[in-house]
């Protein structure tokens, strides 16, 4: 959790089309086409190094790519089925490649993995509308294919996390995940899993989930001190590259971040490469904005826990030892307003990197002196130094 930010991949054959990723496949993309596009699946501009370096100026300590989605399509040379990178005209272990250059580069790798495979004839659904059901399937085949598969990837690629998806459809039951969690962790005790194997609700965690960490999916989750959680959101409004999608501003960036941390959670940032293997310059760009933020303010974020204050639309907070860092977008006039923390008496408020903060503290609020216009527009960090550790304060609501 301390790593706080990362960045999702979704890519394969269907960027050839530029629709999304698994859910066009027999609406926008006739079925047949959509599972023939690997053949002339030819990323030849893919550069494993580029995608890591690309996440590692945005400030991004881990990488999720996306080895399987629901189209069955397997990024790695799996034994185990025919329907992968090997045999497209690429040919080469894309998941591999980022395994090393994420090594390499010191950022934590991690594997997404669908549980539902509409392409796998042992899955009895070949159809994201569940329609006609496959009575010649079986999912006890289908879950010893599952079983060879992540055995490969973990053996191959030791990941450091698996992200679980498409856990929904009725093949799959709560019994299956029990087994299959037990099973990954025989095989590597250190791997940390989501909870998307299990059948209960992926926003929360629970004594029913089956999984570590909670998995709000395109919205920042709700703030929570119990147990780790980290939000996947776009950086466009397509998992999958999609030409012209519309792209998030720095400014929703930033405070998509802000917001995360500030509710003790992680973001999971996604970009869609292109069919030629880059990822989009614009994207590039706004990437490396959002971390030349995180080199100024990044200790802000990377390593806090979230809090004191519950999070709003124009405010969030994080805390560190004695400091609490206040992440201010929006100001109405040059003071603002939050209520008193019990028992602690700030020694000093100043912006991160900046001039001292004029404050006045009494009972029940804390003002502070901000200039009319904030010094940075997307977040203005100010920190306030306590005079004493701030990590078990419990939570304050602003209003
Ligand atoms: O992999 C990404 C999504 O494909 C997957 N989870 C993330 C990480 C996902 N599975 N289910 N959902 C998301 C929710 C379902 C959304 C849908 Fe739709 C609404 C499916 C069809 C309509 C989103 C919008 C996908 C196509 C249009």
Redesign the pocket.
């Known amino acids: 959790m301390d790593l706080r930010f990362g960045m999702?991949i979704?890519w394969g054959p269907v960027t050839l089309r530029g629709t999304?990723?698994?859910?066009?496949r027999g609406t926008q993309v006739p079925v047949k086409e959509y599972d023939n596009l690997y053949k002339e699946f030819d990323p030849v501009l893919f550069n494993a190094d580029a995608w890591v370096k690309t996440a590692k100026d945005a400030g991004m300590k881990y990488l999720t790519i996306?080895a399987k989605?629901?189209d069955g399509f397997c990024l790695w040379p799996s034994k185990y089925t025919s329907y992968n990178i090997s045999n497209t005209p690429f040919k080469k272990d894309v998941v591999g490649a980022l395994a090393n250059a994420c090594k390499k580069a010191g950022l934590k790798f991690c594997i997404?993995y669908?549980v539902l495979d509409w392409h796998q004839p042992d899955y009895p659904l070949h159809l994201?509308t569940g329609a006609n059901p496959d009575p010649k399937a079986d999912m006890s085949k289908y879950i010893i294919y599952m079983k060879n598969q992540l055995k490969e990837l973990i053996s191959n690629y030791h990941p450091y996390m698996l992200w679980f998806?498409?856990n929904?459809e009725k093949p799959w039951t709560q019994e299956m995940a029990v087994d299959m969690y037990n099973y990954i962790k025989k095989l590597d005790p250190k791997v940390i899993i989501n909870n998307r194997l299990g059948k209960f609700d992926h926003e929360t965690l629970t004594a029913e989930s089956v999984g570590d960490f909670a998995t709000p999916?395109q919205k920042v989750g709700k703030l929570n001190m119990d147990y780790p959680w980290e939000s996947?959101i776009t950086i466009c409004t397509q998992?999958a590259w999609k030409p012209n999608d519309k792209m998030k501003s720095l400014k929703q960036c930033i405070q998509t971040l802000a917001s995360t941390a500030g509710g003790n959670g992680n973001l999971l940032l996604?970009v869609g490469p292109m069919m030629d293997g880059r990822i989009e310059a614009r994207q590039v760009e706004r990437l490396k904005e959002v971390g030349n933020w995180l080199k100024i303010y990044g200790e802000a974020i990377y390593g806090t826990k979230g809090g004191p204050y519950k999070p709003d639309s124009i405010f969030s907070s994080t805390r560190k030892g004695n400091k609490i860092y206040l992440h201010v977008f929006q100001s109405s006039g040059d003071q603002f307003i939050i209520p008193a923390i019990p028992h602690l008496k700030i020694l000093k408020a100043c912006f991160l990197k900046g001039n001292r903060v004029a404050f006045e503290e009494d009972k029940k609020n804390i003002t502070l002196s901000l200039p009319g216009k904030l010094l940075n527009e997307n977040d203005a960090v100010i920190v306030l130094e306590m005079n004493a550790n701030v990590g078990n304060i419990p939570i304050i609501n602003r209003e």
Do not use: M
Request: net charge negative; with cysteine.
């Open positions: 999702f979704h999304e990723i698994g859910w066009s996306v989605h629901h997404y669908s994201s998806d498409g929904w999916e996947c998992w996604n």
